[in-house]
Nanobody, 128 residues
Framework: QLQLVESGGGLVQPGGSLRLSCVASGFTLGSYAIGWFRQAPGKEREGVSCISSSGSSIRYTDSVKGRFTISRDNAKNTVYLQMNSLKPEDTAIYYC?????????????????????WGKGTLVTVSS
């Protein structure tokens, strides 16, 4: 079964940190560009960060630059999102998704059919 599974979400105080993981099963993640997306209650899904298949190219949405770091370990079939200095506005369900194609357009591919595979998401809540 081909799937992506996110983990690492939870409740954290403002200023805290979390590391999300996205593990692929049933296919080799190393051939795919990966994106992290999030959807807050009542809002549309937005692209947060993306990484090319080799890991050599990375992008972030402006609101997380300097606070979030995306990385990948293709040997472990895993992509990570390190989130530091978390703010209440970072509260959302975080999804990872993969696409067999260029990473440059990933952040805009927020609709379900625009990426090849989507995980089911992990909830991040930033609150005191």
């Amino acid at each position: 079964q081909l799937q992506l599974v996110e983990s690492g979400g939870g409740l954290v105080q403002p200023g805290g940190s979390l590391r999300l993981s996205c593990v692929a099963s049933g296919f080799t993640l190393g051939s795919y560009a990966i994106g992290w997306f999030r959807q807050a209650p009542g809002k549309e899904r937005e692209g947060v960060s993306c990484i090319s298949s080799s890991g050599s190219s990375i992008r972030y949405t402006d609101s997380v630059k300097g606070r979030f770091t995306i990385s990948r370990d293709n040997a472990k079939n895993t992509v990570y999102l390190q989130m530091n200095s978390l703010k209440p506005e970072d509260t959302a369900i975080y999804y990872c998704a993969s696409i067999l194609g260029p990473y440059s357009t990933v952040l805009s591919r927020t609709l379900p059919g625009q990426m090849d595979y989507w995980g089911k998401g992990t909830l991040v809540t930033v609150s005191s």
